[in-house]
């Protein structure tokens, strides 16, 4: 595994945070670099695991994958900066350890942007699937209907993202670490008000639902931090709370 950064500058830049993710891992890393489109870097930021996440990743003879091992468990915010700060690519296309890509989502959406440069936040429909049931989820599209639902909810699956970076370096922003398990719907209630969204009217990802993860095991912290996002959200749309 090559985990120096490559010479010449990928288009997309796949973010994804690793903490004892063992059980999904590899099929969500075959999913990335089974895509029909290949010009990314993979940086994978290997969270302090104590499973055998990190000897899965180092299994992997790709020269796209970029291994970052923390020292030690650092947090998913932390993490996902720390991908945000050394992303080479144009785009961030983002990705959860346990979800899996359909193989034809990052050119589909890479072609969207590029052909729609208005946009600097896209999405997609998805399979939300569990051990024993699936559910096709349609997003919302229209960028007008998807800020206002965001005074309601986040309205983005997070890990089917792809952004423009340079809206990020232009505006100083990542990740807040005062808007834990709420990360993701606090940075898009930040960038709504500068570039538009959009979801593609296409199922692209396939999202799993499962005990383990931070909207089952940490719910009350995320909706009174989900309170505090939509005030702030609110306050700068120019409303009072």
């Not at 120096?4 to 997309?12: A, D, E, G, K, R």
């Not at 990743?57 to 020292?71: A, E, G």
């Not at 969207?112 to 559910?135: K, M, P, R, W």
Request: proline share 1%; aromatic share 10%; with cysteine.
């Amino acid at each position: 595994m090559d985990n120096s950064l490559n010479q010449i500058s990928p288009v997309v830049s796949v973010v994804m945070s690793v903490y004892n993710g063992e059980k999904y891992l590899r099929e969500a890393i075959d999913s990335v670099l089974n895509q029909t489109f290949s010009d990314f870097e993979f940086i994978i930021i290997n969270d302090g695991s104590s499973d055998k996440s990190l000897s899965i990743i180092q299994s992997y003879n790709d020269k796209r994958i970029v291994l970052i091992d923390n020292d030690g468990n650092k947090g998913l915010i932390f993490s996902l900066n720390k991908g945000l700060e050394i992303a080479k690519g144009k785009y961030i296309a983002r990705m959860d350890a346990d979800d899996i890509n359909l193989p034809e989502r990052f050119k589909k959406q890479l072609d969207f942007l590029e052909s729609n440069t208005s946009i600097g936040v896209l999405g997609c429909d998805y399979i939300s699937f569990a051990e024993n049931s699936s559910q096709i989820v349609k997003s919302i599209h229209d960028k007008f209907k998807i800020k206002s639902f965001l005074l309601f909810t986040a309205t983005m699956c997070h890990p089917t993202l792809m952004l423009r970076k340079q809206i990020l370096v232009d505006n100083n922003l990542n990740y807040s670490e005062n808007a834990k398990h709420v990360e993701d719907y606090d940075l898009w209630c930040r960038l709504v008000l500068l570039t538009d969204f959009c979801n593609l009217n296409e199922v692209l990802f396939k999202y799993r639902d499962h005990a383990s993860q931070v909207s089952h095991k940490n719910r009350d912290t995320q909706l009174i931090n989900s309170n505090i996002v939509q005030e702030n959200y609110l306050k700068k749309l120019g409303f009072s709370y």
